[in-house]
């Protein structure tokens, strides 16, 4: 018999959930314990996960608790500490204790935060997450804001608005699709990102003609001037705000002047460097940028939110919305207002902005621009720490929180990260700017501090010692 009081069926919600979280409660904190000192690398490959785990697929059921306790256990070898203030690879950011309990919150509401009637308080907090971004890097308040998975999802989300709307300016019924559309032309500089090319193709753009670039990446605008002077359709320009390499942006002011002037739509793709704008001390380098007609950037890279989470801005809402929006009978909605799904290409999703209400209201104002200032402070200091290191060149101008460093001699540079990614202390990744190895430094956590800093460069000294870099 079942009883029908409230307190009941309360209770047994806790006795359900309660051991399984509560397990992973214990094994997230060992986790996050051990993350500061613990060597970054993984210690096993996938093959060496699956054999640790049972491969049968069971018969009977298994308690939610042993579950959790078996995934903890078979997972941990193989795990990177990518929240460690040592990981320099790929752009990654730590988390934020208010935006990872958030995250655990939205697990837990399970809201599908799609309609803005059936789901109101995500979709409340969303918005207002929206509305201090905005605030925070000076772009219009009324711009359409979307949450989706990462700076991919947002350049093409940017990018198929830009193609519908440009196409709309020229005449065409943009419901028919594109197979009769006229062609539009997409230009980028040299240093495109591999997610804009990516994210071109998805929208049926095709990789992008790119114009040139200097020697740290910023687009030719001279030439982007005499490609845009040889045609007359529809077209839309790819910015940058932070090269992968370099970190360095675009001039926007003069490419934007260029574009604009013969009726592109130019996007800017700012997966880390969009959050430039935040910092009064470092606005100049994003000078310009807030005329761009929509822009990408990642809150799980500088704001240090956990994954996935990237952000997706259009200053004309109207024209998200016509562009991926979605409307059928059985969805709820709200006259006049735009719902979450009609600003990002899911129609079903996670709560994503939640967790970046919650790190704002837990950092302020005052709390971001120390952020993102520390971030490129330590990449100051990185860069100052190697160039005292005999054999090692910083190759690039250090202007935001992107560091590239090499030997002499492309086998030695390889090397030095190789022994770096085995010793533990420090992940960097390798990479090739410019036809040479580089070991590249993307300072993305908020833990990157002084002592961070010391222990970098350190690693890096006596790495380059065990390796043999010549003075």
Not at 354 to 376: K, M, N, Q, Y
Request: charged share 20%.
């Amino acid at each position: 018999m079942t009883s029908g009081t409230g307190n009941d069926r309360d209770g047994a919600q806790t006795d359900e959930y309660g051991p399984a979280l509560g397990a992973a409660h214990r094994h997230a904190l060992e986790w996050l314990d051990s993350v500061p000192d613990r060597p970054i690398r993984p210690e096993t490959d996938a093959d060496g996960i699956l054999a640790r785990l049972d491969r049968r697929l069971p018969e009977r059921a298994t308690t939610p608790d042993a579950v959790i306790d078996e995934l903890a256990d078979a997972a941990r070898p193989g795990l990177i500490a990518l929240g460690s203030p040592r990981f320099y690879g790929l752009v990654i950011g730590g988390t934020y204790p208010a935006g990872m309990a958030a995250d655990w919150l939205v697990s837990a509401w399970d809201q599908n935060t799609g309609s803005r009637q059936l789901t109101p308080s995500t979709d409340a907090v969303e918005e207002l997450a929206a509305t201090w971004l905005l605030e925070l890097m000076d772009l219009p308040a009324d711009c359409g804001v979307g949450f989706v998975t990462g700076a991919t999802s947002a350049n093409l989300s940017a990018l198929i608005t830009a193609r519908d709307a440009v196409l709309r300016d020229r005449g065409h019924d943009t419901t028919r699709g594109i197979q009769s559309a006229p062609p539009i032309r997409f230009l980028a500089g040299d240093s495109v990102h591999a997610s804009v090319m990516l994210a071109g193709r998805l929208a049926g753009l095709g990789a992008p003609e790119t114009v040139g670039a200097d020697d740290q990446g910023r687009i030719d605008v001279d030439a982007l001037s005499a490609a845009l002077a040889g045609h007359s359709g529809p077209t839309i320009v790819a910015l940058q705000a932070g090269e992968v390499h370099s970190g360095a942006f675009d001039d926007f002011t003069a490419a934007i002047d260029v574009a604009h002037l013969h009726g592109a739509w130019v996007h800017i793709d700012g997966a880390f460097g969009l959050w430039a704008a935040a910092s009064p001390r470092l606005r100049h380098l994003f000078a310009g940028g807030e005329r761009a007609d929509s822009w990408a950037t990642d809150a799980h890279k500088t704001l240090n939110v956990p994954y996935d989470c990237g952000v997706v801005i259009v200053r004309d809402e109207a024209a998200m919305t016509a562009a991926l929006g979605v409307h059928a009978v059985y969805l709820p909605d709200v006259a006049s207002v735009a719902d979450p799904y009609d600003r990002v290409p899911e129609m079903s999703r996670r709560a994503r902005g939640v967790p970046v209400w919650a790190t704002l209201r837990s950092l302020g104002r005052s709390g971001v621009i120390g952020l993102v200032d520390g971030l490129a402070d330590a990449a100051t200091g990185l860069a100052d720490g190697f160039r005292g290191i005999r054999g090692l060149e910083v190759l690039n101008d250090v202007v935001f929180t992107q560091v590239c460093l090499a030997a002499g001699d492309d086998a030695v540079t390889a090397a030095l990260g190789e022994w770096l990614r085995a010793e533990g202390t420090v992940w960097a990744s390798s990479s090739v700017w410019h036809g040479r190895t580089v070991v590249r430094f993307a300072v993305s956590n908020r833990g990157t501090d002084a002592e961070a800093v010391r222990r970098t460069v350190d690693a890096v000294a006596r790495g380059a010692a065990a390796v043999g870099v010549r003075g």
